[in-house]
């Protein structure tokens, strides 16, 4: 017998503690209605995150659920992944946890091409420590905690296309279709797949607001002529920033699988295997 999955099998697990009007929860509507067109059964997805504002998503989402270090979610994301290969796994960071603090996972995760789906929920801004600049923080604007304004800026999207990140999309929270279609692709795509996704903060960035971002946002679709399988164009695409900020998927190629590199998936699954406590002694005992 096959169960209709709905919206309702995704419901929250807990109340959402979550800033009136913040982008996070269109991102949380794409997300299921995502998950619900594919028809993925709750119990078939895991949800990783690190630290902020964007770590709590999972706790709003009825799946399996792992929160990790700040910065941290990609290695256990992949471990999971590499050991039961039938899960569909998502990590999530915000800006600082991806970019800042997970920085270094972030670059490593997208040469090796493990088969996840990166949700990177893009501020501009460390929210949960009220406002500091972060990575991506537009240059010049201001915090309290930097009053003489931002004198650097990241483009992680350009660092992706460079370090041939198999799978570069960037969605809009305030356009909650395009973006759950988006995240559909995603998780389809065979490999790394990272979205990143326009969020803004509705107490800490009062500058990158939804009016903001819709006077601007445009989306490739829409662009004539435009190749994702052309890496010079998605390079220039992906530092497109200020009058025109494009929306959609900027860069996709077939790339081997870090799985396949490793040889565990032409094995059984090693969750399937048996646990033998015997062999955790025998380990144990080499370090005496």
């Known amino acids: 017998m096959v169960t209709k999955v709905t919206t309702e099998d995704y419901a929250a697990a807990s109340e959402i503690a979550w800033c009136p009007g913040c982008g996070n929860f269109g991102i949380l509507r794409a997300v299921r209605k995502a998950l619900v067109s594919l028809q993925i059964e709750p119990h078939r997805v895991l949800m990783v ?10 706790h709003y989402t009825r799946c399996h659920v792992l929160n990790e270090l700040h910065g941290r979610p990609i290695p256990a994301a992949t471990a999971a992944k590499i050991v039961n290969p039938e899960l569909t796994v998502i990590a999530i ?27 990177v929920h893009n501020n501009q801004v460390y929210a949960l420590t009220k406002g500091q600049a972060c990575p991506t923080t537009d ?13 650097v800026s990241l483009r992680p999207l350009a660092l992706a296309v460079a370090c041939d990140c198999s799978f570069v999309a960037r969605g809009f929270a305030g356009e909650v279709d395009h973006l759950a ?3 559909e692709i995603g998780v389809k795509h065979r490999g790394f797949a990272l979205i990143e ?67 565990v998936s032409a094995a059984a699954p090693l969750v399937r295997e048996e646990i033998n406590p015997l062999q955790f002694r025998e380990l144990m005992n080499e370090f005496k």
């Open 197 to 263: 996704i326009l969020q803004p903060c509705v107490t800490f960035n009062n500058k990158n607001t939804f009016q903001w971002y819709k006077q601007r946002v445009y989306k490739l679709e829409a662009e004539v002529g435009y190749n994702p399988g052309d890496r010079a164009a998605a390079f220039n695409k992906a530092l497109e920033w200020g009058d025109r900020i494009p929306i959609g998927v900027i860069y996709q190629k077939e790339r081997p699988l870090f799985e396949e590199y490793i040889g």
């Open 93 to 119: 960071s915000g800006d600082g946890d991806a970019y800042g603090e997970g920085g270094n996972h972030f670059i490593h995760s997208m040469n090796r091409n493990v088969d996840i789906t990166y949700l």
């Open 181 to 183: 279609r988006l995240v």
């Open 49 to 58: 995150s690190g630290i902020g504002q964007a770590g709590k998503f999972p």
């Open 139 to 151: 240059l010049g604007y201001t915090t309290r905690m930097n009053p003489q304004g931002a004198w």
